[in-house]
């Protein structure tokens, strides 16, 4: 089936350095691509998506560029901040029959200091 | 006005009992969903029901069972609850397509003594 491979956490970081979360598919035909953030005691909120070959997502100064050729759709931040710790869900949508769902990677927890 | 809401926020109970979650969302979703997420952070779907009806039932004990009585609310009940049910369990909502952004609920972590 589908999946998800991201790069293992944590990451720690300090403020205004420079981000990269890896994240690598499997997929049968063209998924659609996201990014999904959860803060500390919360949900998952999105916080980008993509959902066809070299479409970049971006929000929050975060950009994720769906690679069809290399199945990636890497998580990057030029600068950043306290407030960006969270952990961080890379997700693919996934048809199977006449359903779709989305298939989550393990997540990469983000720490960044001041 | 919270968008997708869950009742309630911790759970405690022991081995063996039954409890419900309860989920509601006032954004007009056809569709609605349950995952697990496990100690570790994995977050895994276990339902799906659009417009009332149950779409993706993953590998899930019969033990859980949704229920669907509109389609603002999406619950969940389990049954003879066990250790391994520990987890924090979140409600999404979207519309038909999961393409769509899928707005999540906060959380209800559950603990099983």
């Known amino acids: 089936g589908n999946s998800v491979t991201q790069m293992e956490g944590p990451v720690t970081l300090s403020e205004e350095a420079f981000l990269t979360i890896n994240c690598t598919y499997t997929a049968t035909g063209y998924p659609s691509l996201f990014w999904y953030v959860q803060y500390p005691g919360e949900g998952l909120q999105l916080l980008l998506k993509a959902t066809k070959a070299d479409d970049k997502g971006s929000n929050k100064g975060f950009e994720a560029t769906y690679r069809k050729e290399t199945t990636s759709f890497h998580l990057e931040k030029g600068s950043v901040q306290v407030s960006d710790s969270a952990v961080y869900f890379c997700a693919l949508s996934d048809r199977q029959g006449g359903s779709e769902k989305l298939v989550f990677g393990k997540g990469t927890k983000l720490t960044v200091n001041p | ?113």
Not at chain 2, 38 to 59: A, P, R, V
Request: charged share 25%; hydrophobic share 30%.
């Open chain 2, 1 to 113: 006005d919270t968008a997708v809401s869950q009742t309630p926020k911790y759970l405690v109970t022991q081995m063996g009992n039954d409890k419900s979650i309860k989920c509601e969302q006032n954004l007009g979703h056809d569709t609605m969903y349950w995952y697990k997420q496990d100690s570790k952070k994995f977050l895994k779907i276990m339902f799906s029901y659009n417009n009332k009806e149950l779409i993706i039932n993953e590998t899930v004990p019969n033990r859980f069972s949704p229920k669907s009585p509109d389609k603002a609310h999406l619950n969940l009940h389990i049954n003879s609850l066990e250790l391994g049910d520990s987890a924090v369990y979140f409600c999404a909502s979207s519309h038909r397509v999961v393409r769509d952004e899928q707005f999540f609920g906060p959380g209800t972590r559950l603990t099983v003594l």
